[in-house]
């Protein structure tokens, strides 16, 4: 892969210009470093998951570019003198078990005081520079696969309001924190043409990444959307989020649903991430079998959700 030379510098072979999920720096002929940073506010009170959800988040970048986290440092941002420490140190913990399930070494980190608790990380990877995944790869006849259902903005926000019950969005939260890791050492078996991870721009704004980045128009099946139990639920009763504006905008006079919905179905469209699944670009002929393959290591909610139909002026599609 060529750098896009921005820099003036060849080895970043990724850079900040096609928005992808981490910068890439080659080091040798073999060895390319990924460098990401991402730091969330809590989706939820319990500070282990907070630190578990906001470690997989960080490390999902990672694994969007093909590549094997090596390090990653703590970023911290916590208010010391109007909450317990004890909190701090529990959200610490998750995300030191999340980083020791990746096979990355925690490395340190910085920590400043401040008015509301935030927590990331910035992790450094490994990829071969020959084999780096980024999303603007599609090529027309891909089938799109996404391994994560989608809804975790809405519920977390009904969470803090009290329209979810918590017991309804613990049950969500092992998946939400999972992992990347299996998705992608099991897609890269495959010829993956592009890759992303879905987070804060929702399915719409990074379907619209990969399709303005590659030079092709997407079409998403609706109906074979995956979504969290009681997402669709929470926008019916009124709950959305501060992002769905933003990534409507996004996508405005780019993106067409070809059947009505009602505005609730169509929120989930725009519903903002964390800790979301891949979407996964690849030949049509071999997307039946990495869906097998998904499902074999564990992966039950992976589902085929559209197809790259041409090139062309960059545009999303929903079919119904």
Known sequence: MKGLEVSGDENLLVGYE????AAVYRLTPEIAFISTVDYITPPVDDPY???QI???NSLSDVYAMGGKPLTALNLVMFPSKKLDMGLLKDILHGASDKIREAGASMAGGHSVDDNEPKFGLAVTGRVHPDRILTNRGCQAGDALILTKPLGTGVLFNAGRSGKLPYPDLEAILPLVAGLNAKAIE???NYKVHACTDITGFGIMGHAFEMARGSGVQIELDYAALP???NAFKMYQRGETTGSNPANR????????????KTLAEEELLFDPQTSGGLLLSLPAT???SLLTALKEVGIDTA????KVVGDGTSFVRVLT
């Not at 096609?18 to 999920?21: C, M, N, P, Q």
């Not at 905008?249 to 009505?260: A, D, R, T």
Request: glycine content about 8%; proline content about 3%; hydrophobic content about 45%.
């Open 54 to 56: 906001a470690a997989a």
């Open 18 to 21: 096609t928005s992808d999920d």
């Open 249 to 260: 905008k996004l996508v405005e006079n780019s993106w067409e649903m070809v059947h009505g």
């Open 186 to 188: 099991t897609a890269l």
């Open 286 to 288: 071999e997307a039946d």
């Open 49 to 51: 998951w907070f630190g």
């Open 303 to 306: 589902a085929r959700v559209g």
């Open 227 to 229: 979504f969290y139990p």
